[in-house]
């Protein structure tokens, strides 16, 4: 197992409402990227954070926002929830700049209905 | 932008014989790198083997070695004395360091199931 934690590891949400996902790095690193997951798909790229802010971004509407903490833990929320937003978030842990290895979260797998 | 193509949704092997699974990707990039990630029911993604581009030797861990065709833009993932508990989605990714807008991102594929019997 990696030493990246994420909670909850699963959750409902009613459409319109908002969420808030959090997640736990590895020890040592410093980047926290998030994926979205949809069944039966590769992840999707949503954000990246290092040093507290965002580094990057994918092809997601600005609901879809994110925090870094002093930690280097992470949080993701996504406001006004859609079905489409039902799937797999994974969290994954790195060092920037570093061997380009990421660790993997469980997930947390939400269902938007 | 990167592209990475898995062209085979479902493949499966009988119990000690070898596997082979495709990835194609596209970039025009020279400087990245190449992943196959496991994604067993668990859910966890897991990381099976990376190569670098820049190294033309191809790499291997234990039972789990790639076929990287730089020029073809090709990464195959090759399983000899395939076992039960490598049944798993398998996912081709792609990254280039510090790649235009600074970030640090991994491109995936659709992924390949594996089955593995008895």
Redesign the interface.
């Given at each position: 197992?990696?030493g990246v934690t994420q909670s909850p590891t699963h959750l409902i949400k009613t459409r319109g409402q908002q969420v808030t996902l959090r997640c736990s790095s590895q020890s040592g690193h410093n980047?926290v990227?998030w994926?979205q997951q949809a069944l039966?798909?590769?992840?999707?790229?949503i954000?990246?954070y290092?040093r507290e802010e965002e580094?990057?971004?994918?092809n997601f509407p600005p609901r879809f926002s994110g925090l870094q903490f002093p930690n280097y833990s992470s949080e993701l929320n996504v406001n006004a929830l859609e079905l489409d937003d039902s799937a797999?978030y994974?969290c994954?842990s790195?060092f920037?700049?570093g061997v380009?290895?990421?660790?993997?979260?469980?997930?947390t797998?939400l269902t938007v209905v | 932008a990167q592209t990475?193509t898995q062209s085979q949704p479902e493949m499966s092997v009988q119990e000690a014989e070898t596997v082979t699974l495709s990835c194609t990707y596209d970039t025009s990039e020279n400087n990245y790198?190449l992943f196959w990630?496991k994604q067993p029911p668990?859910?966890?993604?897991?990381?099976v083997i990376?190569q670098e581009a820049y190294k033309q030797q191809n790499a291997t861990e234990n039972r789990f070695s790639v076929n990287f065709q730089k020029a073809a833009k090709s990464f195959s993932l090759k399983i000899s004395d395939s076992q039960l508990g490598d049944t798993a989605m398998y996912?081709c990714?792609f990254?280039n360091?510090?790649g235009r807008?600074?970030?640090?991102?991994?491109?995936?594929?659709?992924?390949t199931k594996l089955t593995v019997n008895p």
């Open positions: 197992e990696t980047t990227s994926y039966g798909q590769g992840p999707q790229f954000f990246q290092y580094n990057g971004r994918g797999l994974l994954a790195s920037f700049g380009a290895e990421a660790f993997f979260g469980q997930g797998r | 990475v790198y990630y668990s859910r966890q993604m897991i990381l990376r996912f990714a990254m360091p510090l807008g600074g970030s640090e991102k991994l491109v995936f594929g659709k992924g």
